[in-house]
Every structure is written in structure tokens, then in C-alpha cells.
């Protein structure tokens, strides 16, 4: 009969459980640990009178309180005042605990009624701590005739109780001196805290030194495989200087597996959005769900691509990379992701992890950095043209990619209610985002182009933004039916106060609302004026629109589109 072996091999050499090592170890400590506790908990269990710091005070208050009335029932009848207090201040001496404790009675006026204290020899005829006796007739005064009390009587501070008893018109205290309720209590803590601190560092020192001798690999396991997952990247276990344990074993059935699984990881991550990555970590599976969710589309198009295609040929793909590296990272750097690109546009979602009225915000936010990124990077062409023609000028060929390669863009952005999941078959599917809106997205994009405006939003973006931030400022630019609806809806651009230069803007826009207000009223003749002194590209649409004509019978306000 073979003889059964103790430990698993790998080959000849023995894998020995990792938990044997943690079990023997916290054995020991545990033991240890049992052993102290029990010793501490002999020693000092004579000490653990420091509840007393607000022991029955409440109780004894209480009882004090009601022999108080019974007395002055008798006060009543006998007419033998100091008998009555007699008895009282003997009653309440029997609860006395501490060296300090105390109770007395005394009148508005701070004149003592009686005093009672377990202190041999302190007597008190007067109440002399006039701002607490103040306060306590301000409280008194506001309906208020029971509650706590700090006081001194001149050699340290009393804490308790008191109540107003209407009978004898004083106030009842019980009181005990904080120092006697501190002074056990912190020479129980000093003693405690000194053996804890002292055991805990010898402890301390010998678990480090044995737990660093046992954990030193999965130390360094632990901390790869952290990083990978912070990173969402598979890599290989550093294992060559591993002791032969199981936990080596399954660092290297790991690293096996690792090399292939990234490269699938890192393609996946490249295709799909950030938040289906994330399900699919969470949730080790993607189905074909989705449901109505309400979100923000931002949708971004390339102006004039057609003649961008024809001029630059194969190169236009080398342009778009350089031009969608920039804006996805603007996307993603305002917690959106990217619904899907398509040629020269691209459709960004807003609030697909966290629904909240921060989504307007940020999609404004990445709809402005998209434009401005946009814009260096035709500064950085046009810097480039300098430099060349420093030396020579551009051919005619060359101007032609010079303007194709300066690429300018329009942002269209609404919300609402639509469709957000997945979508497809069990062997293909893809993200999406469907809905009214989203098409309303592309529409408002379309808009730039007609009001040479680099970025329009809906009544919907600039409600959302105005409930959570006084950020940007949203100027009404026209009402327009589109092609395909039967009613007018309001369109808006968004500046952004924190920008230089916006004053200056804002002033313009005023001036061009108080003309978009008298053209809806179809006061046109008002309107081209205002519209001529604002002097901005976008009133060049609406004085043209008008010419001289006057405003058409029966004018809405709306504009009607006739194409998309």
C-alpha cells in the first residue's frame, strides 16, 4: 500500500498550504492574546468603576425631587421648615457616592435653601457662580425648568442635574464634581493604555517579523495583481524568487492563462464603452438588456467632410485619429462614454453610470474642451504653415490639404428619456443609445451650421444645468422647427463664465435677445436694429432672413427647416 504523502508535489518538489503557515501563527497570538486579555481583566477589574461618571444622577434627581414635595406637604401642615429640610438633606445624602457629591436648593436670587455635600465641613449659604445662576433664570424665564448644570464653587467644576419645584420656588440640584468622576477614570486608562501600548508593540514587532517572513510572496502577488486590476490589464507574476508554497503554484497557473487573456482584454476595452466594461467585470457576463434610462446625447460632426475626403484621400484617416484621440479623451475625462463613431461623427452618452442632473453639466464640459481641442489643433497647422513659408510658399496642392486638414466642428446636445443597452444576437451585439433624442442631438449639430455657432443646446441641457450650477449662461438663439416635428422648440447657446472673454460676449447676447424678442413679436424693424448692434455672425442669419420685409401675417416666432 503506498504511503500517503503529507503535502501535494509539483515534481519532486513539495507544496505546502499556505493556510498551515497562517493557522500556526494565529494560534500562538491567539493564546497569547486569550492570556493577557484574561490577566488584564483580573487585575483591573476592581477599576472599572469609572461608569460613575453619570451614575442614577437623573434617578436621584428624581427621587430628591418628589421627597422635596412630600417635606413641603408637611412644611404645610407643621409648619417646621427646618425639620423638613433636615429630613430632606438626610434622604439625599444616602445616595452620595463620590468625595464631592453634592445637592442643594436654592432661590432665583442664587440664597441657598439647603446644601448637602458628602465633603466633611463645606457649607454654602449662597450660590455664588453668577453666570450659570443667570442662565438658569434666562431658561426659566423662557419656559424652560429642568435640564443639565455646569457650575464652580471655587475649587473646581460640579456637572449634574437640575429642576424647578414650584412649591418651594427654588431649584433642585444634584451634582457631582467632575474631577472625582475623572480621576479613577484616567488613572484606569493610563494603566490600560501603558500595558495595551507596551503589549501591542511587542506583538506589533514579533507578527511583522513572522508575517513578513511567511507573506513576503503573496506580498508581492498581491500588490500585481492590485495593479492590474487598477488598470484593467493582465500581466505576468514576477514569481522567481517565490518559496515553494501554493500560493506560488497559483501564481504561476495564473501567469499561464495571463499572456493570451490580455490580449483579448486589451482589445475589448478598445471596443466597447467604459461602463459595459465595468458590467462586464461586476457582472462576468454581457447579455442583451438595455431599458429607458435618461441621459445626454452630445453629438459631433465634422463640417465639410465630403471635400476633406476628396482632397486628402487615404491621409483623412490619419486625421481623424489625430482629431478622435483628442475628443474621446474629452469625453471620457467628463465621465461620458462614446455611443459610436461613424466616419466624421461622433455620438457621446452622458450619465450612463450615475443619472443625475451633473450629466447637462459635464456634457457641456466635454462639448466645449471637444471645440477647443479642435481649435488648437488648427492652431498647430496653421503655426506649422508659417514655418514652411519662411522659407518657400505653399503650392496650390498644399494649400488645398493646408484647408482640408483644419478641421472645424458643430456640437448638437439634448436629454431625456431613451433606450440604452444591448443589442444585436447571442453571437454579435453592440451598445447603443435609440431615441427621439438622440436624433434631436444630430438635428441641434446640424444647427451650428445655419447660426455659425460651435455648440447648441436644447431647453432640456439648459434646465438640467441651471438647477446645479450658475456656470455657463444659456442665450436663446432662435426657435426652430425642424424637418420631420410639428412644433417649434427652443435653441440655446451655452457660454461658459469662467472663460476669458465672456463678459464681453454676454453683452453682445443681451443685446441680441432684445432683438430675437421684438423679431418673435414681429416687431422686424426694431429687430434688425438690435440685430445690427450686436454685430455677431449668428445676426447675419436673421437680418438676411428678414431683408426689409416685415414680419409675415399671423407670425408664430418659428422658424421652419427644411432640411435636416
Same mark, same amino acid.
Request: net charge neutral; charged share 25%.
Given at each position: ?17 499556505? #493556510? ?23 487585575? +483591573? ?21 418628589? /421627597? ?7 412644611? #404645610? ?99 457631582? #464634581? ?121 453629438? #459631433? ?45 461622433? +455620438?457621446?452618452?452622458?450619465?450612463? $453610470? ?34 514652411? $513659408? ?41 451598445? /447603443? ?32 444645468? $441651471? ?11 432662435? /426657435? ?79 422658424? /421652419?427647416?427644411?432640411?435636416?
Amino acid at each position: 500500500m503506498a504511503r500517503k504523502k503529507l503535502f501535494q508535489y509539483v515534481g519532486d518538489t513539495p507544496i505546502i498550504p499556505i #493556510s498551515a503557515k497562517i493557522l500556526a501563527i494565529f494560534i500562538v497570538l491567539i493564546l497569547l492574546s486569550n492570556f493577557m486579555t484574561n490577566l488584564l481583566s483580573i487585575n +483591573l477589574s476592581q477599576k472599572q468603576k469609572n461608569v460613575l461618571t453619570n451614575q442614577l444622577l437623573v434617578n436621584q434627581l428624581k427621587e430628591m425631587y418628589i /421627597t422635596a414635595g412630600n417635606q413641603y406637604q408637611i412644611y #404645610s401642615y407643621s409648619k417646621n421648615k427646618d425639620e423638613c429640610l433636615e429630613a430632606l438633606k438626610k434622604s439625599v445624602s444616602s445616595s452620595f457616592t463620590q468625595d464631592n457629591s453634592c445637592a442643594m436648593a436654592f432661590d432665583r436670587t442664587g440664597k441657598i435653601l439647603f446644601f448637602s455635600s458628602n465633603r466633611a465641613g463645606r457649607t454654602l449659604d449662597l450660590f455664588k457662580d453668577k453666570e450659570t445662576l443667570e442662565k438658569l433664570n434666562a431658561d426659566f424665564d423662557a419656559g424652560i425648568n429642568q435640564g443639565s448644570v455646569t457650575f464652580d464653587f471655587g475649587d473646581g467644576e460640579f456637572f449634574g442635574i437640575y429642576k424647578y419645584h414650584n412649591d418651594w420656588n427654588c431649584y433642585f440640584v444634584r451634582a457631582e #464634581s467632575r474631577a472625582d468622576n475623572q480621576r479613577e477614570m484616567y488613572t484606569v486608562i493610563g494603566i490600560t493604555a501603558a500595558i495595551i501600548l507596551a503589549l501591542t508593540v511587542v506583538f506589533v514587532f514579533l507578527g511583522t517579523f513572522m508575517l513578513n517572513k511567511v507573506f513576503v510572496n503573496i506580498k508581492g502577488i498581491t500588490k500585481s495583481l492590485y495593479d492590474m486590476q487598477q488598470r484593467q490589464q493582465l500581466e505576468v507574476i514576477n514569481i522567481d524568487d517565490a518559496p515553494n508554497d501554493d500560493i506560488t503554484y497559483l501564481a504561476a497557473s495564473f501567469n499561464s492563462l495571463s499572456v493570451s487573456v490580455n490580449n483579448l482584454l486589451t482589445t475589448f476595452q478598445k471596443f466597447v464603452s467604459k461602463d459595459v466594461v465595468n458590467k462586464a467585470y461586476s457582472n462576468h457576463a454581457i447579455t442583451l438588456e438595455g431599458n429607458q434610462r435618461e441621459l445626454t446625447m452630445l453629438f #459631433s460632426d465634422i463640417k465639410s467632410f465630403t471635400y476633406r475626403t476628396e482632397t486628402l484621400g487615404n491621409d483623412i484617416i490619419d486625421v481623424l485619429n489625430v482629431h478622435y484621440n483628442k475628443v474621446i479623451h474629452a469625453v471620457h475625462q467628463s465621465n461620458g462614454v462614446v455611443g459610436s463613431i461613424i466616419g466624421d461623427a461622433i +455620438l457621446a452618452v452622458f450619465g450612463t $453610470e450615475t443619472s443625475s442632473a451633473e450629466k447637462s453639466i459635464k456634457s457641456i464640459e466635454s462639448a466645449w474642451e471637444i471645440t477647443n481641442v479642435t481649435a488648437e489643433l488648427r492652431e498647430k497647422m496653421a503655426a506649422r504653415r508659417k514655418e514652411i $513659408e519662411k522659407k518657400r510658399k505653399l503650392t496650390a496642392s498644399e494649400l488645398r490639404v493646408y484647408e482640408a486638414v483644419l478641421l472645424d466642428i458643430g456640437v448638437g446636445i439634448d436629454g431625456g428619456t431613451v433606450f440604452y443597452g444591448n443589442i444585436g444576437s447571442d453571437e454579435h451585439m453592440a451598445n /447603443t443609445v435609440i431615441g427621439d433624442k438622440v436624433n434631436s442631438a444630430s438635428r441641434l449639430e446640424g444647427l451650428t451650421r445655419v447660426y455659425h455657432l460651435p455648440v447648441i443646446v436644447s431647453d432640456y441641457i439648459k434646465k438640467e444645468a $441651471e438647477s446645479i450650477s450658475k456656470r455657463y449662461k444659456f442665450y436663446e438663439i432662435d /426657435t426652430v422647427q425642424v424637418k420631420g416635428k410639428t412644433e417649434g422648440k427652443k435653441i440655446y447657446y451655452p457660454i461658459d463664465t469662467f472663460v476669458q472673454g465672456s463678459a464681453a460676449l454676454s453683452e453682445k447676447f443681451e443685446i441680441y435677445e432684445g432683438g430675437l424678442k421684438a423679431y418673435y413679436k414681429g416687431d422686424w424693424s426694431k429687430a434688425r436694429k438690435m440685430f445690427k448692434q450686436a454685430d455677431m455672425e449668428v445676426c447675419e442669419v436673421f437680418l438676411e432672413r428678414m431683408g426689409r420685409k416685415s414680419a409675415p401675417a399671423k407670425w408664430s416666432g418659428i422658424w /421652419t427647416m427644411t432640411t435636416k
